[in-house]
């Protein structure tokens, strides 16, 4: 594919002549015309009238006059990318594929309405007219508050892109109490609508003890609640974004862009700044909460966490969960990132019983970029490269003569890359893989390189160049077999441009656990499409598309959802809303496959890599059974796990005391069981709330995890108008007491109808945990 920008000078009457006569030649006076989209690459310039003049002067050149081209022209592609729909021939479209300002010629094939994939592979499509959850104007009274930032993002909100339109939302809730914070480069008149009804931003904490004051001049930054990066953008589309048709980026994803709740409001709290490799303050984020609780949010969104090792759940470093806390005990459901420090146990963030706590997935979307090397082997990598196929003489690869760290990635870094002039470039990440963001591939675009191979360990971050250079993402196993081929041959080798296909098996991004079973969650989080702000600094309406991985990214795919659910069923408490989300998500793909998790080596994915499964919103706007929880069980789980009085009592505001407590960790009412260093047997209690038909009946079904046997008392639940709440028992033994590692298994109340889902997690052997 191509990405030259279109420049009229090139088409000289000869030219527009030869293409005439061509034409002519080929097709007689009334040859049948075809629909075809012209994509001309990324948008060059600003000036959106000029745009238009230059599509019809391409259009012009091919079919001879103004007239003619006015006729065919149907649409002026000129806000995510530039290019035209217009009515030709077939050789017509021929001749104008072969243009060289033209990327690319595409039928106008017909396609079932999307969401550039990720809502789609939730099963949760647009044109599913029985569904509840489709109803254009649910959520519309709810606002979905976004807190956002993370390790090298910043936050904030492009509100002028076109996905935050506010067509058809009618005005704003009346109980809403939110503002909208003037700033740099943010006049909250043009800014806020009524999709994006409170936009506030905090640093006074930062500036206070680490930055004084903060200097956004040379950091993509401002100070206002505007966002420089893109990350709050991304995640706010996310969530709450309108129905935007016609995204993607550079031709890639191809489809329509939305939130999980496109009626619902959005509120932006931006606590992170791009400063110090990306920080928020505690201060500034316990700031946000209160503002947030008090201006009416429904939904807190956040796509940050705390660093390895995280803090305990009543820290009050830890401003997720101390003011998350207090949101919950309000009716606001809490919606955290689990982090992306993975695969290792222990390394799951924001871990309170309160939130939610999401995973990332993949889904089933690729975007295969092939190598063809001199030796006639293909091998088929990742990327996003949108140009023209590149070929090239000279593969090089670090080799310890070369640089100091002969085989990463972050070596390229080096001031000395005058080697790489000309070349493409293989390197490997490192066994962190903290290697694979930084960069690499402008180090080498800046040097003078042709393009970059990344073998990515399994671990690592998903990598991108953009779509502009050359680079290529690769197994660490492809990445040996092309090494093997530099130091044994010379041949000529081919970048073939990326497109965008779907495969069957999807990934659990970055699985981790804690004893609590943890994450809650999965939700799709690997190469996600949604609206970023354009590149250069303006406050021109202006809509651009980038995929982003992460934790960062799945959150708000459940904030989204749980909006929905909020809106179907008011009365839910967040525990409530948590437990329908877990019980009823999917532990297979879309299609029945099995999900695995990266890792080294891969391996089929645990209730520690995805807790309850991949999230299922259509089953979970009807669960039948929740597993409810309020106040007090939260302060149950903390006088469980050991937690000083004081400690709690700074949480609640005010004195708690443990004393006497007889509960254990296994009866906190969590929709999820998990069981470490079992010896012997176990008992745990539960309690059920009736959500479903008023008269049902549900029974049990246990899949025990490997090494123990399982029972259940009663085994069967009978609900009716006086019986709402049912408790029951479960008794987990251990057939030995020789140590197997962590079992998986499951609970399963069904009706006939609703499949209410536990996930189980025992390790047995060990020392003695439990009486």
Known sequence: MRSVPFEPKKYTPASVFTLVLLLILHEGAVAKTKVYVVHLGRRQHEDLDLLTRTHHELLTSVLGSDE???????????????????????????????????????????????????????????????????????????????????????????????????????????????????????????????????????????????????????????????????????????AGGSITPGASFHGLGFGTVRGGAPSARLAMYKVCWNVLGGVCATADVLKAFDDAIQDGVDVISLSLAPEIPSFSDVDKRSPILFGSFHAVLEGIVVVCAGGNDGPSSQTVQNAAPWVITVAASSMDRSFPTTISLGNNQTIMGQGHYTGKDVGFLSLVYPEVSDLNEPRYCSSLSESDVSWLVGKVVLCFTSESGVDAITYPGSSVKEAGGLGLIVAKRPTASSYSCGNSFPCVQVSYE?????????????????????KSIQIAVPDVFYPSSVSVLLP?????????????????????????????????????????????????????????????????????????????????????????DFGGGIVDPNRAADPGLVYDMGESDYIDYLCAMSYNDSSISRLRGHRTSCLGYPGSILDINLPSISIPHLEGSATLRRTVTNVGPINSTYNAVVQSPPGVTTSVEPDTLTFNAEIKEISFRLMVSAVSQVYTGYGFGSLTWTDGVHSVRSPIAVQVGGEEFYD
Request: glycine content about 8%.
């Open 68 to 238: 003619a081209s006015e006729d065919s022209m149907i649409y002026s592609y000129k806000h995510g990318f530039s290019g035209f729909a217009a009515k030709l021939t077939e050789t017509q479209a021929k001749v104008m594929s072969e243009l060289p300002a033209v990327a690319s010629v595409i039928p106008n094939y017909l396609y079932k309405l999307q969401t550039t994939r990720s809502w789609d592979y939730l099963g949760f499509a647009l044109d599913f007219p029985t569904d509840v959850l489709h109803e254009s104007t649910l959520a519309h009274n709810l606002t979905i508050g976004l807190f956002d930032g993370g390790i090298a993002f910043l936050s904030g909100i492009w509100p002028e892109s076109e996905v935050f339109n506010d067509k058809g939302l009618g005005p704003i809730p009346s109980r809403w109490k939110g503002t909208c914070d003037p700033g740099e480069f943010f006049d909250p008149v043009r800014a806020c609508n009524r999709k994006l009804i409170g936009a506030r931003h905090y640093v006074k904490g930062l500036e206070a003890e680490y930055v004084k004051p903060l200097n956004t001049s040379g950091h993509g930054e401002y100070l206002s609640p505007r966002d420089g990066s893109g990350h709050g953008t991304h995640a706010s589309t996310i």
């Open 520 to 608: 809650d969650i999965a939700a799709p989080g690997v190469k996600i499409l949604a609206a970023v702000p354009p590149d250069e600094k303006s406050s021109t309406t202006n809509t651009s598309f980038r995929f982003l991985s992460g934790t960062s990214m799945a959150t708000p795919h459940i904030s989204g959802i749980v909006a929905l659910l909020k809106s179907l069923h008011p009365e839910w408490s967040p525990a409530a809303i948590k437990s329908a989300v877990i019980t009823t998500a999917r532990t297979t793909g879309l299609y029945g496959e099995p999900l695995y998790a990266e890792g080294d080596p891969m391996k089929l994915a645990d209730p520690f």
């Open 478 to 498: 492809f990445g040996f077999q092309i090494l093997s081929y530099i130091r044994s041959t010379r041949f000529t080798d081919y970048f073939y441009s990326s």
